[in-house]
């Protein structure tokens, strides 16, 4: 799981829930991090949320992670300290609007977000704006399916507290008070990542086969589709890797397992 | 149960919008200036989606009626189809839909006149042959109906135009529009079958075998022309037991007269979508079943499909006329078709 926020104050209470440590590592953004979660500090605005979000992508680089980008915003209508799920992101320099898809069950406001360039100050339409979120949900569908990268946001500023009345004292109590209601979207992120992940047991069965002869990229994959059936049908994968390891070449290998797959292929 | 509602800007006015937007008060709405700004880009995930689709509400423009593939259809040369709907209610793992489109959501159509208009159209083009609308290719025709009224709709509109044929193709037992209406004898309800251990491993979500038979049955007992769709065709251990059990539910109370159609419709989709629908289901036992390309296709080792279809085609034809029995070589458009 992995949080992008711009700011320490915003991120503190993050910290202390889930005992993120800072690592030492040099890195050009602070990150912090547990055995299964990772929080980088990107700053505010567009250019420092693409950089932190591809740095973090980069150093950590398992394809379709949970991504959240959390922290403040302003919004038209909504009430201080209303927390929101963005339902479409908009940017103000014309990219294409982004729409995380909605799988989440939760009781939050649900609002559109404006990513601005510079702070707004006249809350034009009733929706949320904030200056991060457009740039962290392009770089985040880069490595990421859509259905994992969220944007959750607590109102700040609103037309009758405009962003100048903020009391920066008060943001870590802010954030602390609504972590209960987003704890829960944690999870439910955490639990669809989950579902989706290559089964560990599979992964070391292909892993086992692949070590047993110098197969080319294209054999390497036609190995791995093969086990991932035999690891479907039911067939042990002790007789799958018995087939590889009898064989003299790797191209025998393959005829091998491909043999000892022809009598479970078939629907129960 | 739908939570999110997506709708393209300008479309709220749409009388269907106003009575989909009442029967769900407390959906969430979300704007967009296009529907394909939601459906169509990349990495969306299918699988998860699928757990918790949204709705999307648009008006398809351009043309609207397409003509099906020459080796498609139950006895008429003029076939079409339509989609009113893209996706279906129902999650069966040999589904193409997974492989054809990037997203799980339901897209509606709601201009339903312009579909009409385009009906009629075609219809029009030839007054002395039938022209045939084939109506649940990117979705199912009346699972959705509580939510599309698209039956409700459209049959007042073929009752007045019987030189035009419709095809509701259809896994749904939610028959109360048709059980309301008077039989036309334009209008074909088909329902697609695969036997009963088949249907509990693949199709997730479908009512039973039993419980679909009995809903046509009870149509066919009204006067409704129905028709079977044995489409596609899944090997699997024991198949001839099993389809030959699953032929003698078929027809062991339906009226012989009310059968209009029985159609054989092997398991071939385009290898892209067949390579999509590996990788969202790796672990999917029907996957890594005897297959091979062959052409743009990905469909059972020649062999097998040819085998498994004359059994079914023998057996059927003990039941049914062979005018009434028709094969369907490929079920599914090609990409970019």
Same mark, same amino acid.
């Given at each position: ?66 991504? %959240? ?22 940017? $103000? ?36 704006? $904030?200056?991060? &979120?457009?740039?962290?949900?392009? /770089? ?10 969220? *944007? ?31 704890? !829960?979207?944690? $999870? ?54 018995? &087939?590889?390891?009898? &064989? ?21 | ?36 700004? *939601? ?5 969306? @995930? ?8 949204? %709705? ?29 709907? #893209? ?9 193409? #839909? ?12 709601? /201009? ?79 329902? @697609? ?75 071939? *989709? ?50 049914? !006329? ?8 490929? @079920? ?6």
């Amino acid at each position: 799981m992995n949080f992008v926020v711009a700011l320490k104050a915003e991120a503190t209470p993050l910290f202390e829930l889930f005992k993120l440590v800072k690592e030492s590592e040099p890195s050009p953004f602070p990150v912090f991090a547990n055995d299964t979660h990772r929080l980088i500090l990107s700053g505010v605005g567009k250019e420092l949320s693409t950089k932190a979000t591809s740095y973090l992508s980069e150093r950590f680089p398992q394809p379709n992670q949970a991504w %959240l980008n959390f922290g403040l915003a302003g919004h038209g209508t909504l009430a201080l300290g209303t927390v929101f799920m963005a339902n479409r992101i908009l940017d $103000d320099g014309g990219e294409s609007a982004f729409y995380p898809t909605q799988l989440l069950d939760h009781d939050l406001e649900s609002s559109a977000l404006q990513t601005c360039s510079s702070t707004v100050s006249d809350y034009p339409d009733p929706i949320g704006y $904030d200056m991060e &979120a457009s740039a962290f949900c392009a /770089n985040a569908s880069l490595v990421s399916i859509r259905e994992l990268i969220q *944007v959750v946001k607590i109102v700040s500023d609103n037309p009758d507290h405009p962003v100048g009345s903020i009391d920066r004292s008060s943001v870590g109590s802010l954030i602390e008070s609504t972590l209960p209601s987003i704890l !829960p979207l944690i $999870d439910q992120l955490e639990e669809l990542a989950h579902q989706i992940a290559p089964s560990p047991g599979l992964d070391k069965l292909v892993d086992s086969g692949l070590a047993q002869h110098p197969f080319s990229e294209t054999q390497r994959h036609q190995v791995r589709k093969l086990l991932t059936h035999a690891h479907t049908l039911g067939s042990p994968g002790k007789d799958a890797l018995t &087939a590889i390891t009898g &064989a003299k070449s790797a191209k025998q290998a393959i005829s091998a397992l491909r043999k000892s797959m022809e009598q479970h292929r078939i629907l129960s | 149960m739908i939570e999110v509602i997506y709708h393209e800007e300008g479309i709220l006015d749409h009388p269907s919008v106003q009575a989909i937007l009442k029967r769900y008060p407390r959906a969430i709405l979300i704007s967009c200036a296009h529907y394909k700004d *939601v459906f169509n880009p990349g990495g969306q @995930s299918f699988r998860l989606q699928k757990q918790k689709p949204s %709705l999307i509400l648009a008006r398809q423009t351009g043309s609207l009626v397409h003509p099906v593939p020459a080796t498609y259809g139950i006895g008429g040369t003029r076939n079409f189809y339509f989609s009113h709907l #893209l996706n279906c209610l129902y999650d069966c793992r040999y589904c193409f #839909l997974q492989g054809m489109f990037p997203s799980a959501h339901y897209v509606l159509f709601v /201009n339903y006149d312009d579909f009409q208009d385009e009906i009629l159209r075609k219809t029009k083009e030839s007054a002395d042959e039938p022209s045939w609308f084939f109506s649940g290719y990117d979705c199912d025709s009346l699972a959705l109906e509580n939510v599309t009224g698209f039956a409700d709709c459209f049959l007042p509109f073929f009752a007045k135009h019987g030189n035009a044929y419709l095809e509701l193709r259809t896994k749904s037992v939610n028959l109360k529009v048709l059980e309301k209406t008077d039989p036309l004898p334009n209008v074909v309800t088909a329902f @697609s079958f695969t036997p009963d251990e088949i249907s509990e491993q693949l199709e997730h979500g479908v009512p039973s075998v039993s419980s679909r038979i009995r809903a046509m049955e009870k149509i066919a007992g009204l006067g409704w022309p129905v028709g079977l769709r044995i489409d596609p065709l899944i090997d699997c251990k024991n198949f001839e037991e099993r389809y030959r059990t699953l032929f003698d539910k078929l027809f062991a109370n339906l009226p012989p007269d009310s059968v209009h159609s029985v159609s054989l419709g092997a398991f071939r *989709v385009p290898v892209s979508y067949f390579k999509k629908m590996e990788k969202l289901y790796p672990e999917e036992p029907l996957f890594a079943g005897k297959f091979e390309k062959r052409g743009k296709f990905t469909g059972y080792r020649q062999e097998i499909e040819q085998d498994r279809s004359a059994f079914c085609q023998d057996e059927l034809l003990k039941r049914i !006329p062979r005018e009434k029995l028709f094969q369907c070589e490929t @079920s599914v458009k090609e990409p970019g078709q």
